[in-house]
């Protein structure tokens, strides 16, 4: 999947040490001769010069719910919410190495550059977990000016999601939040009498929910869940993250390419605000 996306560096639109090629520009004095393009100044009556793009490697972390909720489908066509979780940290962990960057796995490898962080970050997501973890990303020091990609279906209260946000954001991480839901649970399809039961396991305790008209509280339940998603964003708004939607019926490929794009313009955020250059373009996804 991450080879139907073109990964790019993620340009940060200043001149520095790199390999992309940015500009030419004339030479000025006191310009090294090194970085004399003498192909490009052949072609007329000027000296010039080639300049390339700063890049830098970032360390970004990846965390994906593994808890119950997340093991779910409402159709033997649609893939568990878990297994689309677990290929798009894998797609975006391919881009953001062929970028450049160090990724990790909270709870699992510690960051890496290169191809050799793939497949302990592979192992680390396909396996078994000892004990239901927790639905929220844990209180976890990262170190300040890595980025943290959240990715579940963010259900638990809001109150625990801003806890979790306002940890990493305090200690200077940039984050991103990635809602991931089955279709049946944005729009409550069912009709009639319907019994719910719950996805925790036998150590939590089974729950069943009979409902005699589940049409009759749909229109109820979708204005519940707006007002949670509508948290979900001013959560991640408050604090300088960016907050989507992605559902399990819907192409993974756009989410890989949301959250690429998420990234890309926060890497040309950091620059700026690293090289005191105000950047103007601060739109979020």
Sequence with gaps: MAATVSPGLHGRRRVGTGEAFWQF???????????????????????YVRENEW?????????????P???WRSDRELPLKRERADLLALALACLLVRGGERVGLMGGPRPLPGRPALEPLAL???????????PVPPAQPLARHARLVVMGDL???????????????GHGVRGHLL?????????????????FQSVAGAAEGERRLLVPRVDALRDAYRERLAAHRTGLAQIAR????????????????????????ALSQESMRSAAAHSGVAHMNEGGV
């Design 25 to 47: 520009r004339r030479y000025q004095q006191g310009d090294d001769t090194d970085q004399i393009d003498w192909r490009q100044s052949a072609k007329g009556d000027h000296v």
């Design 55 to 67: 890049e830098a490697a970032q360390t970004v972390w990846l965390w994906r719910d593994a808890g």
């Design 69 to 71: 909720s997340m093991d």
């Design 124 to 134: 680390a997501l396909t396996r078994a977990q000892p004990a239901p973890p927790p």
């Design 238 to 261: 408050a604090c300088g993250w960016t907050f989507s939607l992605h559902r399990t019926d819907t192409p993974p490929q756009a989410a890989l390419l949301g959250l690429w794009g």
């Design 155 to 169: 259900l638990s209260p809001l109150e625990d999601i801003q806890a979790a946000v306002d940890f990493h954001a």
């Design 179 to 195: 809602q991931i839901l089955d279709p049946a649970e944005e729009t409550l399809p069912y009709d009639g009498r319907v019994e």
